[in-house]
């Protein structure tokens, strides 16, 4: 059962935005706007910051977006702050006969 | 407050058998999937089986099907996750977690499984 794809980092400057890509295929990501993100800092559970593509859970700061186009499915964090330094996962949905839940394989946010 | 607990860490040694639990609080456990979610040190989530506790329905990854048994007892709330052999490969952080619709919205704290001779 393959991850979703992602870039293994990516970095930034404070106050600058960043985007990270997640990319699957028609059974998951471009067949259902069941998209998600996560976020996890180290030594901590990861934190749902988006479902269903673009809904954002209360306490998640609008500095934070979501989007998908066709089958790849963006995260943007615009205005960089420090404590956004993290590693991000996106999950989906997915036709499968088998687990029907699946993550991409994390990106490792730095902000310099 | 919806809230999922999970039991401690554990340290075992190879061959052993471990069965570890997740106690959902604050909403009806029958009613909603619950899984678990292996990390490896250093690596990335991995969805290894979810159940439906309201029927016992359940679901394995491939990669973990015939390796680990979840199961659950609705009538205390409680989701496990079990091996009856464990390996050094086992090691890792294991966190429980309600997937709808593949959104997680809550995971448990987590529970520490060292396997080591």
Known sequence: ?112 | EVQLVQSGAEVKEPGESLKISCKGFGYSFSSHWIGWVRQLPGKGLEWMAIIFPGDSKTRYSPSFQGQVTISVDKSISTAYLQWSSLKASDTAMYYCARPTYGASDYWGQGTLVTVSS
């Open chain 1, 1 to 112: 059962q393959s991850a979703l794809t992602q870039p293994a980092s990516v970095s930034g400057s404070p106050g600058q935005s960043i985007t990270i890509s997640c990319t699957g295929t028609s059974s998951d990501v471009g067949g259902y706007d069941y998209v998600s993100w996560y976020q996890q800092h180290p030594g901590k559970a990861p934190k749902l910051m988006f479902y269903e593509v673009n809904n954002r859970p209360s306490g998640v700061p609008d500095r934070f977006s979501g989007s998908k186009s066709g089958n790849t499915a963006s995260l943007t964090i615009s205005g960089l702050q420090a404590e956004d330094e993290a590693t991000y996962y996106c999950g989906s949905y997915r036709t499968s006969d088998t687990l029907d839940v699946v993550f991409g394989g994390g990106t490792a946010l730095t902000v310099l």
